[in-house]
């Protein structure tokens, strides 16, 4: 069966870096487009970053562009979100997910077919 495992969540402080990793299986990878989302307790999942199967493509919430780079290494089955610069505001459990669309359709939640468990990051001032 199709399995997303995220891993490199953890507790930082504000203005540190983390790196979170998305192994996936059971799917054909490359061609899957993948995405970054979060989500803080009482509110919506939020789009972060978005990659094309392909990789040339990637999207960005407002929010994270110029601070967090999506990338994926198809050889590994894996997709990544580096973090940089991180806030408090920052602070979710990040969730990746794997999507068949294309475009801008990937900053939809419900576009996607496949999700992982999340993990949390957690950002202290």
């Known amino acids: 069966q199709v399995q997303l495992a995220e891993s490199g969540g953890g507790a930082v402080q504000a203005g540190d870096s983390l790196r979170l990793s998305c192994a996936a299986s059971?799917?054909?990878?490359?061609?899957?487009?993948m995405g970054w989302f979060r989500q803080v307790p009482g509110k919506e999942r939020e789009f972060v970053a978005a990659?094309?199967?392909?990789?040339?493509?990637?999207y960005y919430a407002d929010s994270v562009k110029g601070r967090y780079t999506i990338s994926r290494d198809n050889a590994k089955n894996t997709v990544y979100l580096q973090m940089n610069s991180l806030k408090p505001s920052d602070t979710a459990v990040y969730y990746c997910?794997?999507?068949?669309?294309?475009?801008?359709?990937?900053?939809?939640?419900?576009?996607?077919?496949?999700w992982g468990q999340g993990t949390q990051v957690t950002v202290s001032s």
């Open positions: 997910a794997a999507s068949r669309d294309w475009g801008n359709s990937l900053r939809y939640s419900n576009r996607y077919v496949y």
């Open positions: 990659i094309s199967k392909s990789a040339g493509t990637t």
């Open positions: 059971g799917l054909p990878f490359s061609a899957d487009a």
